[in-house]
């Protein structure tokens, strides 16, 4: 078995993999293989690898997408992108010929190797709470619970109709970035603020992934002349069936019914692109943005915990 990176040859046996590993996600998310192949054009074309091979030359490519080689089969894959203080792994996945030869734990530890290279503390990933095999291989690599997340959805897009404007609700602004970071990570424990802080620039699109994903993207915040008190996003893109609203970020003062018209807001908005399916994620103990989810159509789907260990 060799570790090496992604090519382009190897598209169409990542997307079977993904397609069929990953079941509970892909009834959520719903991955196009149109959108996909688009994706992966975008991702050999001259210009994109020109931008990310000037960043690995100076250690900072936004990501690492590992594969697993045996005998020119895909046997495993794990894709790695960098927060301010982590690494953070996704799609850990072995195929089911090739299980149970380290090859899981092999990636894993290839990722945190990479994290620490880039001089970054932790690496992080996700799992389902219900995947009892993944959260024994995390356990016995050091990976210790950091916090629990629900994804939610709303099933019937198109039954949102058009939103009557609101004066405490207006788009997102570029300003709003700072503040917003700030109430964020008011938000989280200790732990979760020094391992995955909020920057400013989580909340800015434009980024590198929203191009790769052409993904269109919209945001909003609460505002009553004091600033910003709350925000959500919402993102569509080809490449899923679904469409997709960020983690409801909810200030103190906000009431429920100001927290509904905002969830409102971005799910209509998302409605327009006519997803098949609107998805969120929300901290598990969040009771007042699971509220205001829930009050607009959306239902608990799946739950997940995000899990840390030092990058050393």
């Known amino acids: 078995m060799t570790l090496r ?3 382009r040859a ?3 046996s990542l997307f079977a993999l993904l397609k069929s590993e990953f079941p509970e996600e892909e009834a959520i998310l719903g991955m196009r293989a ?4 688009a994706v992966i054009r975008r991702l050999f074309r001259a210009d994109f690898r020109l931008f ?16 697993a080689d045996e005998a020119g089969s895909i046997a495993g894959t794990t894709l790695l992108t960098f927060a301010a203080r982590a690494g ?11 299980r149970r030869r380290g090859i899981a734990r092999a990636l894993i530890d290839a990722a945190r190797r990479a994290t620490a290279r880039r ?5 992080a990933l996700r799992v389902l709470a219900e995947n009892a095999p993944a959260r024994a291989l995390y356990a016995a690599a050091g990976y210790r619970e950091l916090d629990r997340q629900r994804y939610v959805v709303h099933e019937a897009p198109a039954s949102i109709g058009a939103v009557p404007a609101s004066p405490s609700i207006r788009p997102f602004r570029p300003s709003d970035a700072g503040p917003l970071a700030a109430l964020a990570n008011r938000q989280l424990s200790a732990t979760a603020r020094e391992v995955l802080p909020v920057r400013p620039s989580d909340f800015r699109s434009g980024r590198w992934a929203d191009r790769l994903f052409d993904a269109r993207t919209a945001a909003w915040v609460v505002d009553r002349g004091r600033g910003p008190e709350a925000h959500l996003a919402a993102t569509s893109t080809p490449t899923t069936e679904a469409a997709h609203l960020s983690t409801p970020l909810l200030g103190e003062a906000v009431d429920p019914a100001l927290a509904s018209a905002l969830v409102r807001t971005a799910a209509a908005w998302a409605a327009a692109h006519r997803p098949a399916r609107i998805v969120t994620s929300v901290v598990h103990d969040d009771a007042r943005a699971h509220a205001a989810l829930e009050e607009e159509g959306f239902h608990d789907a799946i739950a997940y915990l995000t899990l840390y260990r030092s990058s050393s």
């Open 10 to 12: 190897d598209a169409a």
């Open 34 to 37: 149109e959108g996909f192949e």
């Open 88 to 98: 953070f792994l996704s799609t850990v996945v072995v195929a089911p010929p090739f």
């Open 119 to 123: 001089k970054l503390p932790y690496v």
């Open 52 to 67: 990310v091979g000037v960043l690995r030359a100076f250690g900072r490519a936004p990501y690492r997408l590992f594969v």
């Open 5 to 7: 990176e992604f090519r």
